[in-house]
C-alpha cells in the first residue's frame, strides 16, 4: 500500500510528508496543503519519479519481483 503521512502537526503552512510503501519511507517532501491535494498527489509522483526508489523498483523488477 502507498501511503502520504503528515509528519508534523502544523495546521498552516508547509508541512513535511513521507510517502511510505508498505512500511518502507520512499521519499520525503515538502507542500502546503492549502495550495490543494491534488498539487500534494502531483509533487509526491514527481518526487519519487526523481527519487532513487524508482531506478531501484526498475532493477528489482527486471529480476523478477
Do not use: H, P
Not at 1 to 18: E, F, H, P, W
Not at 35 to 59: K, N, P, R, Y
Amino acid at each position: 500500500m502507498i501511503t502520504i503521512v503528515d509528519d508534523n502537526s502544523k495546521k498552516k503552512g508547509a508541512r513535511i510528508y513521507s510517502i511510505m510503501l508498505g512500511q518502507q519511507l520512499v521519499y520525503k517532501f515538502e507542500y502546503d496543503i492549502l495550495d490543494g491535494i491534488a498539487g500534494c498527489l502531483q509533487t509526491a509522483a514527481d518526487a519519487v519519479e526523481l527519487s532513487d526508489w524508482v531506478e531501484f523498483a526498475i532493477m528489482d523488477d527486471s529480476k523478477g519481483g
